[in-house]
Structure formats: structure tokens, C-alpha cells
């Protein structure tokens, strides 16, 4: 499974891209123990192991990276800020934040490994209120990451969707 919030060009100052990333992260912890603790990702397990994440808001802040042209190495401001991290086991969270590109969406994905599923949909239908709360998206999903990636767009597939219109509904069906 995977909870992804999507919004289109928001220009966020650093600072305000990681107080929405600090809101999340501690709100996820109040959804599952298993989500309390972050890793910076590493090239090996080990390695990540020994880098865990802060989740205060100067840390997260210093731990955004921002992309940066291939000649020159120039700052790319329109592409906003890139966070990423790990519990250490099973499950992965990646962003994008701050993007006011016409090319390039802001995006929030906690997924879990494949093969290793261990949250039950209460903690997914949390996962997904803090990502409303935190990023104020205009699109959030929960949804199987296999019916996504086979059969097409994450909001026609999705368990959970979100949309500032019609708020959360939920499709069981696609459970």
C-alpha cells in the first residue's frame, strides 16, 4: 500500500516546507509506533541505521535538498525542496515540496514494501488525514501500489481518496 498527496505550483520557503514535513512526521508517530522513527537512507542498511532523522524542524530543514542544474550546479528554485527517509524496516517516505514548476507537481508517498504490509487500514486512514492536515493537497490516496502501477491512474484505483471537494471517500472495493 502507499498514501500519495499531490498538488500543483505552491512556492514554499525552506522553513515552511519542513514545518509541514515536522506536522506530518509527528502526526504519523501518533498513528503507529511503527512510524515514529526515521532513517536519512543510506547505501546500505547498516549504513542508514546510523543516520536517524530529527523531527524537529531545524533538522528536517537542514536535511531538504534542492536540485541543482547538471552544468554549474546552479539552484533550480522552481523545483522546491526534496526529502527523504526510512523506518528502518518496512516502510518509505518521499517529497517533494515547495515546486512551482509547470513541469513538476509537489508530492508527499509513505509506501510500504511489497512484500512486508504490516499497517492495518485504521493507521492508513490516519496516514492519510496527517497528509491533509500537513500539505493541504489537492489530491490525497491510499491505494495497493500493484493496481496503480498495472492498471492506471492512482485516483481511479485508490482505496481512500481525497479531494478539497468532496473530502474523503472511500471505495472498499478496491481494498
Known amino acids: 500500500m502507499f498514501a500519495g498527496s499531490y498538488w500543483g505550483k505552491r512556492p514554499e520557503a525552506r522553513e515552511q516546507a519542513a514545518k509541514r514535513l515536522n506536522v ?3 502526526m504519523l508517530a501518533e498513528c503507529s509506533a511503527e512510524l515514529a522513527s526515521w532513517f536519512s537512507k543510506g547505501r546500505s542498511r547498516a549504513s542508514a541505521l546510523r ?3 530529527r523531527v524537529d524542524v531545524e ?5 531538504l535538498k534542492v536540485n541543482r542544474t547538471d552544468i554549474g550546479r546552479q539552484v533550480i528554485q522552481d523545483l522546491g525542496y526534496s526529502f527523504s ?3 528502518g524496516d518496512h516502510a518509505s517516505l518521499s517529497a517533494v515540496i515547495g515546486v512551482y514548476s509547470e513541469h513538476v507537481q509537489n508530492a508527499v508517498v509513505l509506501s510500504e514494501s511489497p512484500s512486508q504490509q504490516r499497517l492495518d487500514d485504521e493507521v492508513w486512514r490516519c496516514v492519510l ?3 491533509i492536515v500537513a500539505f493541504e493537497p489537492e489530491l490525497a490516496i491510499v491505494a495497493k501500489r500493484s493496481s496503480v502501477v498495472v492498471q492506471g491512474p492512482p485516483r481511479d484505483r485508490a482505496w481512500l481518496v481525497y479531494d478539497r471537494a468532496n473530502g474523503v471517500v472511500e471505495f472498499p472495493e478496491r481494498r
Open 59 to 63: 533538522s528536517i530543514r537542514d536535511m
Open 51 to 53: 543516520k536517524p532523522v
Open 129 to 131: 488525514n496527517a497528509a
Open 24 to 26: 506530518f512526521l509527528t
Open 85 to 87: 527517509a526510512w523506518n
